[in-house]
C-alpha cells in the first residue's frame, strides 16, 4: 500500500492523481444528479475543438476528458512502480519519467478514441430530435390543401434538419401549397401534427 501511495505520489503520476479525484468527484455528482454528463460541454469552444481534432468529438466532454485522465494516471502508476524497482541511477529515472509521461498520455489518446468511437452512436440518438421538438415551429405547406383529413407540411428543427411531416387543421382558412403555418400539438395516435395558418408580419409569442 505504501509503494502504491508513493508511486501515486510521484512524477509524473503526481500530475494526473489530483486530476483523477476532480474527475472521481464529478462523476459522484452526477450519479447522485447533482449534475449531469453535459455539463461541461459549451465551457471551452477552445477545448472542445482540440478534442475534436484529437478525434475525440462525438462524445460529451466530461466523458472524453475523464478517460484521458484515469488512462493516464494508470499508464503514469505503472511506470513509475517499474522504474522505481529498476535500480537506474536518479539522473537516469527522471529522464524515463518524463518518457512515461510522454508515453502514458499518448496511449490515453488512442485507447480513448478506441473507446469514444461506439460510445458516439448512443449520444448521437440521445440528442437527436423528437417529434415535440417540432411543437412550436413554423412550416412550409407543401400539399394543395390542408384540413381535418389530409395535409403535409415540411418543417426545420433546430439542428437545421428537415423533414415532411403530416399536418392537419382544424380551422377553415385556407391553407395550400407555399403557405406557413405554425404548429402548435401534436397527436401521438394519429401521428400527425396539428397546424394554424400563421402571418409573418407579427411576431409569434
Excluded: K
Excluded at 503520476?13 to 479525484?21: D, G, N, P, S
Aim: net charge negative.
Amino acid at each position: 500500500m505504501r509503494e502504491f501511495v508513493v508511486a501515486a505520489l510521484s512524477f509524473p503520476t503526481a500530475l494526473f492523481t489530483f486530476l483523477l479525484l476532480v474527475v472521481v468527484g464529478y462523476w459522484l455528482f452526477v450519479a447522485f444528479g447533482l449534475s449531469d454528463v453535459d455539463a461541461l460541454d459549451g465551457v471551452d469552444g477552445a477545448g472542445a475543438e482540440t478534442l475534436d481534432g484529437l478525434g475525440l468529438g462525438g462524445v460529451p466532454i466530461s466523458v472524453a476528458l475523464s478517460l484521458v485522465i484515469s488512462l493516464s494516471w494508470f499508464g503514469c502508476l505503472v511506470g513509475t512502480v517499474l522504474l522505481s524497482g529498476s535500480g537506474f541511477p536518479g539522473v537516469a529515472v527522471a529522464a524515463l519519467s518524463v518518457l512515461v509521461l510522454v508515453v502514458a498520455v499518448l496511449v490515453a489518446l488512442v485507447l480513448t478514441r478506441l473507446v469514444v468511437v461506439p460510445l458516439r452512436g448512443l449520444f448521437d440518438d440521445r440528442l437527436a430530435p423528437t417529434r415535440s421538438d417540432f411543437v412550436g415551429l413554423l412550416c412550409v405547406v407543401r400539399t394543395g390543401r390542408v384540413d381535418l383529413g389530409f395535409g403535409q407540411a415540411e418543417v426545420t428543427a433546430a439542428d437545421g434538419s428537415s423533414a415532411i411531416v403530416q399536418v392537419r387543421q382544424a380551422g377553415t382558412e385556407p391553407l395550400r401549397a407555399g403557405s406557413t403555418a405554425v404548429i402548435h400539438d401534436y397527436d401521438p395516435e394519429g401521428e400527425f401534427f396539428w397546424v394554424a395558418p400563421v402571418d409573418l408580419d407579427f411576431p409569434i409569442n
